[in-house]
């Protein structure tokens, strides 16, 4: 009865390899990679800011430094509510660059604008761009992203656009989110190949305004402290047409957790959110507990030679949906550490899960029950 287990996690492990190596390839194929206007949509970047005092300047000169007419641009941050000097440093930037713009949230906000969408929705009213771009004040964008990002827009029914976020490396630790990262995100293009939203990063996403305001914005969206996966199933639900796109020239680094604790934090607000995805979560769930089911299969019986040919299972098939991206991406350098991130991504999922008994999530300082 055990083998039967164990042939039936193989069988399981395949479709899973088969369904994201055909989602990826669809979206991959959709991508457009050659700047075709002859005259450049207006372009607004929002920025949100909450005490990022350390990180707000690094991430603004990126944006200026990105090759788009600047007649075009304009950047928006938003101060929401900071209580360190990321106001002087807004304005100080406000004062170098005149296509910089700063507006300061006092207040706390209720219902559907609370926390971060509130602060989104606030700078995309008054934004005067036919195209909004979004980053968060901790992620450093290449020079080619707003061409990128704005060139999906060429199909007028293409409503969002997403991409790929990696982690600024360094420590073992970087290491291992930077794999999950790029993970995450391939598996979320895949779903968009497959017309089934799975995710997506509100730290590199471009949204059409007309489809913006079709939507009602972030008012008109219930809230969730993933507002990016609220608003790409909001779009599609409305009919708009979605792209995610994985290119090295898309592609924003952001910072990553420096301690367990807070790593443990975002994947808390992560899975909360994630319940949104109804029947597509507890596929995932099934994918994982294939496997784990297959390990106390193989202990019970004490087939211990069944439990590495197990994890292996998991691990290559996770390493052949990862490996596309990686060189779609130009990150062979993370190559080195799939393996152990992979294991550890593994070995959280034991973990992770129990978090879920918590149901307030802490984000950025507040907490949102």
């Avoid at 641009?73 to 938003?78: G, T």
Wanted: proline fraction near 3%; include cysteine; charge should be positive.
């Amino acid at each position: 009865m055990s083998y039967l287990v164990y042939i039936a996690t193989a069988i399981i492990y395949a479709i899973r390899i088969t369904i994201f190596t055909i989602g990826l390839r669809i979206e991959r194929k959709r991508t457009v990679r050659t700047f075709h206007y002859t005259v450049y949509p207006s372009v607004s970047i929002v920025v949100p800011a909450r005490n990022e005092e350390s990180t707000l300047r690094e991430c603004i000169e990126s944006l200026i430094q990105c090759d788009y007419p600047k007649d075009n641009l304009e950047i928006i941050i938003v101060n929401d509510r900071s209580t360190d000097k990321t106001a002087e440093m807004a304005h100080s930037l406000a004062s170098t660059y005149s296509h910089v713009k700063v507006l300061h949230l006092t207040e706390e906000r209720s219902g559907n604008l609370r926390g971060k969408p509130g602060a989104i929705h606030h700078a995309i009213n008054v934004a005067k761009g036919d195209i909004i771009l979004m980053t968060d004040a901790d992620c450093i964008v290449p020079v080619g992203w707003m061409q990128m990002m704005v060139q999906q827009f060429k199909d007028i029914s293409i409503g969002l656009v997403a991409s790929f976020t990696t982690i600024k490396t360094g420590s073992v630790f970087a290491q291992m989110q930077c794999v999950e990262w790029v993970l995450n995100h391939t598996m979320a293009s895949a779903g968009i190949g497959l017309k089934q939203p799975l995710g997506c990063f509100g730290n590199n996403l471009a949204i059409r305004k007309k489809a913006y305001n079709d939507i009602g914005g972030y008012e008109g969206i219930p809230f969730s402290v993933t507002e990016d996966l609220a608003l790409l199933q909001t779009i599609i639900r409305r009919g708009w047409e979605v792209r995610y796109i994985g290119d090295a020239q898309s592609t924003v680094e952001t910072l990553p957790c420096t301690t367990f604790g807070e790593y443990v934090q975002q994947h808390h607000r992560w899975l909360r959110g994630g319940t949104a995805l109804g029947w597509r979560a507890a596929v995932f769930v099934f994918f994982s507990a294939s496997m784990w089911i297959s390990f106390l299969a193989a202990i019970i019986s004490q087939n211990w030679l069944m439990l590495p040919l197990i994890l292996g299972i998991r691990l290559i098939g996770d390493l052949m949906v990862l490996t596309p991206s990686l060189y779609a991406i130009k990150r062979k350098d993370l190559f080195p550490w799939a393996l152990l991130a992979v294991f550890f991504i593994t070995a959280l999922e034991l973990v992770i899960p129990f978090s879920l008994l918590k149901k307030e999530v802490v984000w950025k300082g507040q907490l949102f029950r």
